[in-house]
T-cell receptor
Framework: GAGVSQSPSNKVTEKGKDVELRCDPI?????LYWYRQSLGQGLEFLIY????????KSGLPSDRFSAERTGGSVSTLTIQRTQQEDSAVYLC???????????????FGPGTRLTVL | QKEVEQNSGPLSVPEGAIASLNCTYS??????FFWYRQYSGKSPELIMS????GDKEDGRFTAQLNKASQYVSLLIRDSQPSDSATYLC???????????FGSGTRLSIRP
């Protein structure tokens, strides 16, 4: 497993349900990022972890969104009480962390396509 | 004003010509600048990074940065059909804890 992996690849849920998205970064990468991409749009930065800490959580769209990272590796993005406007592709990326977080080259996972009915 | 602005395109360029993609940003303290390429239905991949004023060349790609004008561009020489994709400009905030992507420019190389 050389790349970033994400699961599930697709998730269909009903409005109001909670969902949990998972990201496995490249082994040894200390920095991890979550983005949201709506159809035909650019990437919306959600949150960045350096190790287990998130220096800036201001990108999270609302308090329904939360993210955590434990053991400096796997991260989960949780969306509570999903709304239809949460439908998007959620992308995770990781980087070595050597250049200081977002200044590094980021390697993206394949994404999770979330559909809220 | 958007933090990172790009012309959405589509930009149509004949094969073999130079494609010029432009990006402006609002945070004067930004230090790191990136161009990512995204094929339809795929994840972004890094094309170029640039950190200081001037030009940086890598094969057919040249990134140009002008911090005084808050402007970064990507030139693609000898454009190929395989270059047809959406190109995303990304800029780190001066706080270095956030990165902002533009909405992307769709490039189409016509044979």
């Amino acid at each position: 497993g050389a790349g970033v992996s994400q699961s599930p690849s697709n998730k269909v849920t009903e409005k109001g349900k909670d969902v949990e998205l998972r990201c496995d970064p490249i082994s040894g990468h200390t920095a991890l990022y979550w983005y949201r991409q709506s159809l035909g749009q650019g990437l919306e930065f959600l949150i960045y972890f350096q190790g287990n800490s998130a220096p800036d959580k201001s990108g999270l769209p609302s308090d329904r969104f939360s993210a955590e990272r434990t053991g400096g590796s796997v991260s989960t993005l949780t969306i509570q009480r999903t709304q239809q406007e949460d439908s998007a592709v959620y992308l995770c990326a990781s980087s070595s962390g050597l250049a200081g977080g977002p200044a590094d080259t980021q390697y993206f996972g394949p994404g999770t396509r979330l559909t809220v009915l | 004003q958007k933090e990172v602005e790009q012309n959405s395109g589509p930009l149509s360029v004949p094969e073999g010509a130079i494609a010029s993609l432009n990006c402006t940003y609002s945070d004067r303290g930004s230090q790191s600048f990136f161009w990512y390429r995204q094929y339809s239905g795929k994840s972004p991949e890094l094309i170029m990074s640039i950190y200081s004023n001037g030009d940086k060349e890598d094969g057919r790609f040249t990134a140009q940065l002008n911090k005084a004008s808050q402007y970064v561009s990507l030139l693609i020489r000898d454009s190929q059909p395989s270059d047809s994709a959406t190109y995303l400009c990304a800029v780190t905030y001066s706080s270095a804890s956030k990165i902002i992507f533009g909405s992307g420019t769709r490039l189409s190389i016509r044979p």
